[in-house]
């Protein structure tokens, strides 16, 4: 592949690792170009829930083409952003009454910044600081780089980035470390905290307890600082309920929805408010416009996508199947903890994860990566560690067979 002219994402073309050409997906299964099927065990980074090429998202693809293509979304709308405003406004919190569109997980996180800084502003009262969450990831843009951990992946724009206030991860039996930041923190009077509910994905697969983030919203209401979550991956059942905040009781002022929002199909993202946050913004005056757009905002096609899941999560046992895989995944975790080599073992809803011990220290660059990563490609296994990271989060259609295969191969690398 050295001489395509692609240059692929977080990926270093120096090292000459293999890069599959992938032709066909189907349910939790890929097929490359030299015939091999390969077990989507990360649903294509985090993007898949109900497995590849649901027929109900694609005949919605297939139909709406027949129809309208793109059109601009300042002052003009369509039925299918229609119908999907009013689908995610009946089953998401209540009080999230205002959906703004734009098409991708890291603009959804801009956008909501932004919401939070507009929503201050207009209120005579500028704000700017926002809080955040040691390890967290919101995005790779300047923006959603600043609110997130910074590291080897970001040190090259460090000086660009903007300064947050930064809370304690609240690790096991030092969760009040974290309260007492935060409510600190919260006397300055910041915008907005922004969190990733339950579980931190990019910053390696962490989970906190539900009353963490339930005490941390308290905290922030008691302040009237803003409460951002973002569930551009948390959302759509990956940690056992709809949304993860739901597990704590908490609704916040803000929140940020992508990856599965389509099913993972097609890219498009949303980011809800409360109807404060739009009335900040509601006025005859066109400078408190909320000052936002992207080209595809609220594409139809990718619209007719996000209908067609909330259909497949109304018709179909999602919730079911999403229990069911849970409980079949902490079964295969139970199987590998307590293995040399283990640390962590740890699962919520769909996903599970462990640490390998890496006698040279872990982290992003650990060399135990790229090994685990020539393992699982060499049997056919699409799973990509984070350092030394192994984490499972397949599509909730994966059968018995398929989630054996991914968990014989982790226990082979631990060998
Ligand atoms: C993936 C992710 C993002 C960024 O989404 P993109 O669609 O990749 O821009 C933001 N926040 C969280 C929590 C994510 O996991």
């Not at 801009?110 to 995005?139: C, D, T």
């Not at 990733?196 to 994905?201: A, F, R, S, T």
């Not at 069911?324 to 599970?352: C, E, F, H, K, Y």
């Amino acid at each position: 592949m050295t001489d395509s002219p692609i240059w692929h994402p977080f990926t270093q073309h120096g090292l000459g690792e293999p890069i599959p050409l992938v032709v066909r997906g189907e349910g939790a299964a890929l097929y490359t170009a030299d015939g091999r099927r390969i077990i989507d065990g990360i649903s294509s980074w985090w993007v898949t829930t109900h497995g590849h090429r649901h027929p109900r998202i694609m005949a919605a693809i297939a139909e709406q083409t027949g129809k309208l293509d793109q059109i601009i979304f300042a002052g003009w709308t369509h039925e299918p952003a229609e119908a999907l405003a009013r689908g995610l406004t009946a089953i998401m919190p209540r009080e999230l009454t205002r959906v703004f569109y734009s098409d991708s997980g890291s603009t959804s996180v801009e956008v909501a910044l932004k919401m939070a800084l507009g929503f201050w502003a207009n209120r005579g009262a500028p704000r700017h600081r926002i809080l955040v969450m040691q390890h967290s990831y919101h995005g790779d843009t300047i923006g959603t780089m600043s609110v997130g951990e910074r590291g080897v992946y970001n040190a090259a724009y460090a000086p660009l980035l903007f300064d947050v206030g930064t809370l304690p991860f609240p690790r096991a039996g030092a969760e009040q470390a974290t309260l007492d930041a935060l409510e600190a923190a919260c006397r300055e009077a910041p915008a907005a905290l922004i969190v990733e509910p339950l579980l931190l994905g990019a910053g390696g697969m962490l989970i906190y307890p539900a009353w963490v983030l339930a005490e941390m919203r308290a905290i922030c209401a008691r302040h009237g600082v803003l409460f951002i979550a973002d569930e551009v991956m948390t959302g759509w059942g990956r940690t056992g309920t709809l949304l993860a905040c739901e597990q704590a009781g908490v609704v916040p002022d803000i929140l940020c929805l992508s990856k599965g929002l389509t099913g993972g199909a097609i890219p498009l993202a949303v980011t809800m408010a409360t109807e404060a946050i739009f009335e900040a913004h509601f006025s005859r005056d066109r400078a408190r416009m909320f000052f936002h757009s992207s080209s595809y905002t609220a594409n139809p096609i990718a619209c007719a996508a996000a209908n067609a899941n909330l259909a497949i999560w109304r018709d179909e046992p999602v919730a079911a199947r999403i229990a069911d895989l849970s409980a079949r995944q902490a079964r295969r975790l139970a199987g590998l903890a307590g293995r040399p080599g283990v640390a962590n073992p740890r699962a919520i809803g769909t996903v599970t994860a462990i640490d390998i011990t890496d006698p040279q220290g872990g982290g992003y660059l650990s060399q135990l990566g790229p090994r685990l990563l020539r393992h699982f490609r060499e049997r056919d296994l699409l799973l990509r560690p984070m350092g030394n990271t192994v984490y499972v989060m397949p599509p909730y259609c994966i059968d018995d067979a398929d989630l054996d295969r991914i968990y014989a191969a982790i226990g082979e690398a631990l060998d």
